[in-house]
């Protein structure tokens, strides 16, 4: 049974440039997340959709980043233009409404 | 953020001891998950609770809604539960996302 999938494991970007992010959800499950991970704000949400519509888009994160959810089992994140303060894990996790299942992430280190 | 306060921060554990972990709620949460993220970062899904109280193995959690908070008791700690232990509240009713806390990392050591 495929768990929630992150590609890439690790990526390295350069001050500016825009990367993007893939997440596959459990299958059958409506609820996919995007949070993100740093040591100082610990898990910090980007983006909740519901049966592909947005729910919640993080406040502090509309202006560089964007999620979407084109199909029900596939989920992009796209930081454009990624800055080094953007350096942190990217979780992507999914639910059918009760537990939530976690993917290992992405690490993104911007240089 | 302030909305779920987890405490300790971090917990020194003995092999063979209990302990407890707490977690306090200032939303009006609905449920609580509890996650355990070990060393390579993975995240995994302890509990998910509705009010009551819920076991699995040495591990065993309580969410009082009315009191607002959530409690995760490690018995006869290993060293395979070392870890930051996060929980998670559901909250406005449902249909939002999970605010989590800020974790509480344990070491347990033989």
């Known amino acids: 049974d495929a768990g929630v999938t992150q590609t890439p494991r690790h990526e390295v970007a350069e001050k500016g440039q825009t990367i993007i992010l893939k997440c596959e959800p459990v299958?059958?499950?409506?609820?996919l997340f995007w949070y993100r991970q740093t040591k100082i704000q610990g898990l910090e949400l980007l983006s909740y959709f519901r049966s592909k519509s947005l729910m919640e888009d993080g406040g502090a994160f509309k202006d560089r980043f964007k999620a979407e959810m084109l199909n029900s089992s596939f989920s992009t994140l796209k930081i454009q233009p990624t800055e080094p303060k953007d350096s942190a894990v990217y979780l992507c996790a999914s639910s059918q409404g009760t537990e939530v299942f976690f993917g290992k992430g992405t690490r993104l280190t911007v240089v | 953020g302030d909305q779920v306060k987890q405490s300790p921060s971090a917990l020194s554990l003995q092999e063979g001891t209990n302990s407890a972990l707490r977690c306090n709620f200032s939303i009006a949460t609905t449920t609580v998950q509890w996650f355990l993220q070990n060393p390579r970062g993975s995240l995994m899904n302890l509990f998910y609770l509705v009010p009551g109280t819920k076991e699995n193995g040495r591990l065993k959690s309580t969410f009082n809604s009315k009191e607002s908070y959530s409690t995760l008791h490690i018995r006869d700690a290993q060293l395979e539960d070392s870890g930051t232990y996060f929980c998670?509240?559901?909250?406005?009713?449902?249909?939002?996302?999970?605010?989590f806390g800020t974790g509480t990392t344990v070491s347990v050591s033989p």
């Open positions: 299958s059958g499950h409506n609820d």
């Open positions: 998670a509240a559901e909250w406005d009713q449902g249909g939002r996302a999970l605010i």
